[in-house]
């Protein structure tokens, strides 16, 4: 699994957008859940958000839900987290993941799902 940031990187100011993207190679994505987590310096790993490769229920943490979306773009074949008016707090590295099951992992257990990417460094200061 490979993570990437699209549009200029991984920093941007507060109340800033960024769009953060998975993809794969050796595993289809289309047919497993994919979610996303981040850890930020000195802090646990926090389950951001997943979707489902089926019915495509997503689901959001507390933290992030109505500023985050999670989607698929089937033209890139990429599971894709945009994200919206980012504060500070969200600096982190955020890791993408998915494992071989079509459903998310309850409790947001994602960083516990086997196969995860590199992670990306995001950044929020202004």
């Known amino acids: 699994l490979m993570c990437s940031c699209r549009r200029g990187g991984g920093l941007v100011q507060p109340g800033g957008s960024l769009r953060l993207s998975c993809e794969a190679r050796?595993?289809?994505?289309?047919?497993?859940?994919v979610g996303w987590f981040r850890q930020a310096p000195g802090k646990e790993r926090e389950g951001l958000s997943c979707?489902?490769?089926?019915?495509?229920?997503?689901y959001y943490g507390g933290a992030v839900k109505g500023r985050f979306t999670l989607f698929r773009d089937n033209v890139k074949k990429t599971i894709d987290l945009r994200m919206d008016n980012l504060k500070i707090e969200d600096t982190a590295v955020y890791y993408c993941?998915?494992?071989?099951?079509?459903?998310?992992?309850?409790?947001?257990?994602?960083?516990?799902?086997?196969?995860r990417g590199k992670g990306t460094l995001v950044t929020v200061s202004s």
């Open positions: 050796g595993i289809d994505l289309d047919y497993y859940a």
């Open positions: 993941a998915t494992d071989h099951t079509s459903h998310c992992p309850p409790a947001g257990d994602y960083d516990g799902m086997r196969y």
């Open positions: 979707i489902n490769s089926r019915d495509g229920n997503t």
